[in-house]
């Protein structure tokens, strides 16, 4: 059963919302009980409650963050999205990440599976291989 459009937005804003000002409470509201997580930084399907120890360490050291410059392809089950994360409160400066995220929304309107890439991973591979294949 496909989920609205609107839906899906609404989900997946709230969910980056919550965790860009650590209120991992409602971060987790917006996932599905057996939801899986996978981070290119740690590459291994995993509940939001086994990644949360590390979201929170990366809070601590990197402090708040925003993200902007948002593009995102929303369908009826998910959506793919691309955009910068910048940590504001690093000393010397605010550090920007190019990031991919791609979600999965199920029937009742919850995360059910997050991908995130950092520095466009996804992106930076597809272009590496459309290069050599035109050689």
């Known amino acids: 059963m496909p989920v609205n459009p609107a839906a899906v937005e609404r989900i997946v804003d709230e969910f980056f919302r919550a965790s860009a000002d650590g209120r991992w409470d409602d971060a987790r509201a917006t996932m599905s009980p057996d939801a899986t997580l ?14 949360l120890p590390g979201l929170r360490r990366m809070s601590t050291v990197m402090g708040r963050w925003e993200y902007d410059r948002v593009r995102r ?12 994360v910048r940590f504001v409160d690093v000393p010397g400066g605010p550090v920007e990440l190019d990031v991919c995220v791609v979600i999965r929304v199920d029937e009742s309107g919850l995360i059910r599976s997050l991908e995130e890439y950092l520095d466009g991973a996804p992106f930076t591979e597809a272009l590496q291989r459309r290069r050599s294949a035109r050689g």
């Open 73 to 84: 392809l929303t369908t009826t089950d998910g959506c793919c999205e691309q955009h910068v």
């Open 38 to 51: 996978w981070q290119s930084t740690a590459p291994v399907a995993r509940t939001f409650d086994e990644a």
